[in-house]
Structures are given as C-alpha cells and as structure tokens.
C-alpha cells in the first residue's frame, strides 16, 4: 500500500461477518484502483470519533453497518432526502471535507427486483419485520408507487411507529398493519422476508406457506444461505423468488458509484460475493 492509495471502510460492531470489504475490494481489483476497503470495528462508544477519523485520517468514503445506521446521522454534514425518509445511512460520502450520508439499501433492493424483471409499481406489498432494512424497503417501493403496503412484525410497538411515520410521508398510498381488511386473494402481490428468519437452521417461516400463491412474487434480505427455507417453500408454491444476494450487491455497487464516481464492475463483484457466500456454506 502506498501513501497514494485511497482507503475506504465499513464501520460495525460486529464486523468481522461483513461481506462489504469482498465486494469493494474485488470492484478496486477488477478496475485496477489502487485503492483499499477495510473493516473497522467501531464499538457503539467510539461512533463520533470514528466518524471524526474519516476526515482526520483521509478516508475517502465509509459505509455503516449495525448498529450505527441511525446513531451516525447527527455526526454528518447533511443527509439526503431519502436517508431522512428512512431515519438511516449506510453510506457515508466525503465531498469537499463534507461528510453526506445516504442510504442505498433500498435503491438496492429495487435494482434486484428490475435484474428478475419486476417492476414493483402496482404492487400490494405484505412487508414482514419492522426494523432497519424493513423502513429502507418501504421507503423505496413506496417512491416507486406500489398500490398498498402491509406490514406484519411481532413487535406491535415498532409495526404501529412505522406505519404512522410512512402513513406521514406518503398519505397517498394505502399503509396498514392487521388486521386487514377483506382480502382479494388475486391481486399481484410482492411478500417480503425483512426479518433475520431463515438465517439459522431450525428456525420457523416468517410466513405461513398456505398464505403464499403461485402468483406472488417473493423476496427474501436474508442472503446466506443464497436459497434461504423460505424462497425454497415459495418454488414449492410455484412463486417467483429474489434472493438477497441481489441486494447485497446492488446496495454495494451504488456506494461504490458515490464513492469513485465510476461505474461499478457489477460481475466482478457479483463473482466475489457468490463464491464468498459459498466458502462461508462450506
Ligand atoms: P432489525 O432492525 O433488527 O429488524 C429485524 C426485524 O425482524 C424486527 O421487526 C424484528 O422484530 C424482527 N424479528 C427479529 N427476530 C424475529 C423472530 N424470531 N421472529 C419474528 N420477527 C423477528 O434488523 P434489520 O437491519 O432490519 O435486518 C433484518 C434482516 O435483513 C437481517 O437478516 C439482515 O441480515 C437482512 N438485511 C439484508 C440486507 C441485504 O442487502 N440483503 C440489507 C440489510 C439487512 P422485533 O422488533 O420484535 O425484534
């Protein structure tokens, strides 16, 4: 490494499980930058000295993973205008000795579902989970003008604050939490895995599987494993699927775009990702 090497990082705790410096650093690799993504520990103690050391030391872009996507935000110059939507960032953008946080989870996740050829405009959505990776989702399929969002989490409290804050910014489209109302059963429908489920073995469906039909189309966050019980019962069903993965990559790939302002190797990284995903099976 040079003193001309730019460096980049993603900022967790844990962190040693990122899939992030695999993704980077292969994209670094595959257009001959001269450039390093490393990961660094950050314990929930040390975030505004760590967001601090990106300009300090020089670091060229960050991202941000748990549990620093929200605590992060009062620590930057300014956030975008969907990052404030969702209330977190995940990546951090160095322009000028400013620090600007965004969020491409969400844009990533519509850019997997556009590569499996699914427009999400129309769509009623049944969203399962309530937390982080949940709001960016909705956050962006609702910009993307789905015909109703129903979310389903355990959690009554965290389910009714999420509902009321994107019933506030977008009071156009139907957002609602059970019970629902009279059900059509035919309508085109995108169901959403937006909880840990299926990450571990043993661990139940996040959804009935005699509640799936053959005309849903059903998305999975959770990425390794690639195939997770719940995609596989949906294949079962006659269901499309999109796996992860696809979010995992295309989230990436549009940091790595703040970042460089190049294009991002999409192959290369998606190549890195799949044989990281499966040394990690092995
Ligand atoms: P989070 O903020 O902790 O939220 C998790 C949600 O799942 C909460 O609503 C939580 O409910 C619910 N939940 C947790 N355990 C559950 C269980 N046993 N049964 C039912 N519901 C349960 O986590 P997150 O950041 O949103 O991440 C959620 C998942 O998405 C994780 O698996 C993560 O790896 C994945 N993810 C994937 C990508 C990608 O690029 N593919 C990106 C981000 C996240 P409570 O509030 O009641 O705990």
Redesign the pocket.
């Known amino acids: 490494m040079t003193a001309q090497a730019k460096v980049f990082g993603v900022f967790g705790d844990p962190i040693a499980h990122s899939l992030s410096p695999v993704l980077h650093n292969a994209a670094f690799k595959a257009l001959n930058l001269p450039y390093h993504y490393v990961p660094f520990h950050v314990p929930q103690g040390g975030l505004k000295e760590a967001v601090a050391a990106i300009l300090a030391l020089g670091i060229q872009g960050a991202n941000v993973t ?1 549990p620093h ?1 929200e605590a992060i935000i009062p620590f930057l110059s300014t956030i975008s205008e969907e990052a404030k939507k969702i209330g977190a960032v ?1 990546t951090v953008e160095v322009s000028d000795g400013q620090l600007i946080g965004r969020n491409t ?1 969400g844009p ?2 519509l850019m997997s579902l556009s590569e499996a050829n699914i427009n999400p405009a129309g769509l009623r959505v049944i969203l ?9 989702v909705a956050v962006s399929l609702l910009n993307a003008n789905i015909s109703e969002l129903r979310i389903v ?3 009554a409290e ?2 009714r604050k999420l509902t009321d804050d994107l019933c506030a910014l977008f009071p156009h489209i139907r957002i609602s939490e059970p019970p629902f109302g009279k059900d059509s059963l035919d309508v085109p429908t995108l169901l959403i ?7 571990h073995q043993g ?2 469906l ?1 959804y009935p599987q005699s509640r799936i039909y053959p005309h849903f189309v059903v998305a999975d ?4 494993p690639l195939k997770t019980p719940f995609l596989l019962v949906a294949v079962t069903v006659g269901a499309r699927i999109v796996p ?6 295309h ?1 990436a790939a549009l940091s790595f775009e703040i970042f460089t302002k190049q294009k991002a190797p999409l192959e290369a990284m998606r190549t890195a990702l799949l044989t990281a995903l499966e040394n990690k099976k092995g």
């Open positions: 748990i996507k995940n989870d990533g996740f399962l989970g309530a937390g982080g990776a949940a709001r960016g989490a355990r959690s965290r389910r895995n937006a909880t840990p489920l299926g990450m661990d139940p996040p966050l959770v990425y390794n992860g993965s696809g979010m995992l990559l989230q």
